[in-house]
């Protein structure tokens, strides 16, 4: 227990000895509110000083979402060109063209996002 928090456990109980059983209730729900704020204060500090590493798992989530996100639309997309270019008796070079195209955007993306 912190001196601050027996501090005000020691003026609690010299009130309620001062003032008599009449106001012990009001006396209580005091000292228990000002140790609420106080354990607010203490979680507010170790809540900010765990949010950089907090932030930090946050952005590699958001950053696998986007690229589990942008694999599955490439392949969506990549397979609906294929399909209609095979229909459109399109030359292979264009398909080669479309993929590569494709895992350019994709190398892009991941690599943009590891220097950041």
Do not use: C, Y
């Not at 798992?57 to 599955?72: C, P």
């Not at 990549?78 to 070079?93: D, F, Q, W």
């Amino acid at each position: 227990m912190s001196s601050s928090t027996g501090d005000e456990l020691k003026a609690a109980v010299s009130a309620r000895r001062d003032l008599g059983p009449d106001f012990e209730d009001a006396i209580v729900e005091s000292f228990l509110d000002k140790m609420g704020q106080e354990v607010d204060r203490r979680v507010d500090e170790r809540l900010a000083a765990a949010a950089p590493s907090m932030r930090q798992v946050t952005n590699d989530k958001v950053a696998d979402g986007q690229r589990l996100a942008l694999a599955i639309v490439s392949l969506v997309m990549g397979t609906g060109a294929t399909i209609a270019m095979a229909e459109s008796k399109s030359p292979m070079e264009m398909f080669l063209i479309v993929w590569l195209g494709i895992v350019a955007l994709n190398a892009a993306f991941t690599l943009g996002r590891r220097r950041s």
